[in-house]
């Protein structure tokens, strides 16, 4: 079978000893009629048969009868809820039907030369094989003169005059199938081994839905999460060259962030991560706007609870705090066996709390983003809400106005003040006052040594010393009381 991007993690569940092995997938899967490649150049072939894990060409025989209803096309029960859950299906043409016909939306969706997440070529390429035993391996001198459409268009007249700054060529050369047919076949291989837990990570898709819900029903182990990006931006509003938008899965219709909304709060979908995935502005490429060139990503950490707040107040009815709790924390908690300590504010469990402001309105600016590499999609969309403060096990971690601090530095930040630009200023004023009382008490003090050692008549009285300290502490307070009233 063909695979994209796909991803298989083993993790341990809470404590080693007595604890089950929980299987993660990232799952895109090319579907098996077109079976052509390998992005992480291992290529699967028949001989998985071997292992009868469900993933070989009986598939379809093997697979509990909802799977095998949708893949026939038949979306079954629910149907009213996702119209489009037909296998093969590919949104992209939908968004713009000038852009791309038929022929070419199916032949970037079934080129080896586009699968990966990030270009197969370049510095660091790596070979892709085929079942073919055709082998795919570009140099940098390759990269100087082509890039990863041109060398499809090589392979496929169909690709001819192709724009890869459009959003929509990206995203029919990844649709919705992808995703649908590893599930299926995740789920086909939890039947044979129903003890082991399976989670699927950065869901970007509704047509999974009815698969999930399928898998629950039968009492399989079975859970699924998606990202703050899937649940707040939309295919339709992505123009051209806007590489930062990229990421794989890819973003798709509004439509279809409409209903993993509808599957979250329904509890199919049971989780939502950042999937936080920076990369240095350059890797973007967004000069160039070429999406099958640019990095696959999206940089979100710290947005969490500011996109979620603001995009579910416009569903009907709104969401709660609540239910962001139980999809961020409570939910994140029992599926890594931390539930018996976090996830919850209760006696005994660790102080992880956070202190929101659900009435603040800002607007974002890359420049303002506190992660390394300052570029996000989210730049110039405005948040309701903003967090003010966060704590790890009791311990202010972050707090608006002056940044970041471990458990170590947070007496040195609560003391000192370097934080924000205006604490800066404050902070240097009584640093600049402390050094200057120090210096005039060493010169006081060897005053006074040396007029006792020569006898002197005296007085050693400071008369002025301590009025002089007092009056600029004064000003140092009012003027960090004034800077921090106008900020």
């Known amino acids: 079978m063909g695979v994209r991007g796909f991803k298989a993690f083993l ?15 990232h ?61 093969p299906h590919n949104h992209a043409g939908s968004i713009n039907p000038s852009v791309l016909s038929d022929k070419q939306a199916k032949a970037l969706a079934h080129t080896p030369i586009l699968a990966g997440a990030e270009p197969t070529f370049g510095k660091n390429a790596r070979k892709v094989n085929t079942h073919h035993s055709r082998s795919y391996s570009y140099t ?7 890039t990863p459409l041109l060398l499809a268009q090589q392979e496929n007249a169909e690709l001819a005059n ?4 459009a959003y929509a060529t990206f995203l029919a050369s990844r649709p919705d199938n992808f995703e649908t047919t590893a599930i299926a076949e995740i789920i086909n291989c939890s039947t044979l081994l129903p003890t082991v837990p399976l989670h699927i990570v950065h869901l970007a898709t509704h047509e999974a839905v009815p698969l999930l819900r399928a898998a629950k029903a039968k009492g399989l182990p079975v859970t699924a999460e998606t990202c703050f990006h899937y649940l707040s931006l939309c295919a339709e509003r992505i123009g051209s060259c806007s590489t930062h938008f990229k990421c794989c899965p890819p973003i798709r219709t509004d439509d279809n962030r409409k209903l993993l909304w509808k599957a979250l709060r329904n509890d199919v979908i049971t989780t939502v991560v950042s999937d936080h995935s920076p990369c240095t502005p350059d890797l973007k490429g967004m000069e160039k706007g070429d999406f099958f060139e640019a990095w696959g990503g999206i940089s979100s950490v710290g947005f969490g609870l500011p996109i979620l707040y603001t995009e579910g107040l416009k569903l009907d009815p709104p969401i709660s705090l609540a239910e962001i709790n139980k999809w961020c924390s409570w939910n994140t908690a029992k ?23 659900t009435d603040a309105k800002y607007v974002v600016e890359n420049k303002e983003t506190y992660f390394k590499n300052k570029l996000t999609a989210y730049d110039g969309m405005e948040f309701r809400g903003r967090v003010l403060e966060t704590l790890v096990r009791g311990n202010t971690v972050f707090a608006m106005g002056r940044g970041f601090s471990g458990p170590k530095g947070s007496l040195g930040v609560g003391l000192l003040n370097f934080g924000d630009y205006v604490g800066r200023i ?5 640093t600049f006052i402390a050094m200057l009382t120090m210096v005039y008490a060493l010169v006081t003090y ?7 050692r020569l006898r002197g008549s005296g007085p050693y009285d400071d008369r002025f010393g301590p009025t002089m300290l007092c009056i600029f502490l004064l000003v140092a307070v009012v003027v960090n009381f004034i800077l921090r009233i106008r900020a």
């Open 27 to 87: 799952a895109e899967m090319q579907p098996r009629e077109k079976e052509e490649f390998s992005d992480s150049a291992d290529t699967l072939t028949a001989e998985i048969d071997d292992f009868d894990l469900g993933m070989s060409a009986s598939f379809i025989d093997r697979a509990p009868t909802p799977v095998v209803r949708l893949l026939s096309n038949d979306p079954g029960d629910h149907h009213h809820e996702h119209e489009n859950c037909r296998l």
């Open 11 to 25: 993790i341990e569940s809470g404590e080693v000893k007595d604890e089950k092995t929980m299987l993660m997938f």
């Open 162 to 165: 192709i724009d890869p700054t």
């Open 335 to 357: 599926q890594v066996g931390l539930s018996h300590c976090k996830g919850t504010i209760r006696v005994g469990y660790d102080a992880d709390l956070l202190i929101f402001d």
């Open 426 to 430: 404050s902070a240097g004023l009584f």
């Open 140 to 146: 940098e001198e390759d990269t100087k003169v082509n």
């Open 446 to 452: 060897h005053w006074r040594a040396k007029a006792i």
